[in-house]
Structures are given as C-alpha cells and as structure tokens.
C-alpha cells in the first residue's frame, strides 16, 4: 500500500490584493484556520419514459450555477483589523488568490478574482486573545491557473 502523498499547513495560502491594482497580494494575518468551499446548484428534472409512461420517472441533473467561498478563523491581528472593516464597510469587492503551492505541473495553482467580504465576526472570551472569524465569497467563478 502506497501512503497518500499531503499538503502542508503552509502550501495552501490565501491571499488578498487590500490596494486596488497594486498586484500586491499578502495573506491576512491572523487568519490561521481557512476553509474553502467549492459549491454546485444542481436542479433535478424529472423525464419520463416515452414508450411506457408507467415506468417510474427518471431523474436528471444539471449544475445550474457554481459558487466558491471561503471561512477563515484565527486571532484578531491588530495589522489586519482596520484593513477588514475598511473592505467590509466599503461594500466593494477586492482581489483574492487561493494559492496551492504544492500542485503538480499542470494541476491548477491558483484560483484568483474579485471578492466581497461578506462576514467579519470577533469573539472575546476573558482570558484569551479576541478572534476572528471572516466569510469570503467570489464575485462569479474565480480563473483558474495551472502550475506549469
């Protein structure tokens, strides 16, 4: 048996351009735990069967739209803290790039577009650091580059 070969912590990493058309992108400090989520709507047609219409129904699905999204958790940075509310008030979308580092050639690398920050929580809890807790979801499907 052949052991499956894995990612490392560090070899998934999201990015985010904070300066329009800077091409600067950084990861959000403070974000240690991130999660993405890649989504189908998929609707079901029933069809029937011509020839015999006693037959039970066939069902058939079709994805009707695609959606990706990602949740981040970790401690409150105070680096990142007036970066997020400005993206959150501002109600604008920004840059975002999920980066695979480890992909293999021709693999995709990185899923990349505009981003709306739709969630920005914070939790204090006596004794420990604040935390935070942030939703992105992508504007349309996010391009998709392979790794050469």
Do not use: H
Request: glycine residues 6%.
């Amino acid at each position: 048996m052949a052991a499956a070969q894995t990612e490392k912590y560090e070899e998934m990493i999201l990015d985010v351009e904070l300066v329009a058309g800077s091409g600067i992108y950084t990861p959000i400090c403070g974000m240690t735990d991130v999660t993405i989520t890649r989504q189908a709507t998929v609707d079901s047609s029933e069809i029937p069967d011509c020839d015999d219409e006693s037959l039970p129904l066939s069902i058939e699905k079709q994805v009707r739209s695609i959606e990706v999204s990602v949740s981040a958790t970790g401690v409150w940075a105070k680096t990142s803290q007036d970066a997020l509310k400005q993206w959150f008030y501002s109600a604008v979308t920004k840059n975002v790039r999920l980066r695979d580092t480890a992909a293999a050639s021709g693999d995709i690398e990185t899923e990349s577009g505009p981003a709306l920050l739709s969630k920005l929580d914070n939790t204090r809890t006596k004794g420990k650091k604040v935390t935070s807790n942030i939703e992105l979801v992508f504007d349309g499907s996010p391009a998709r580059t392979d790794k050469p």
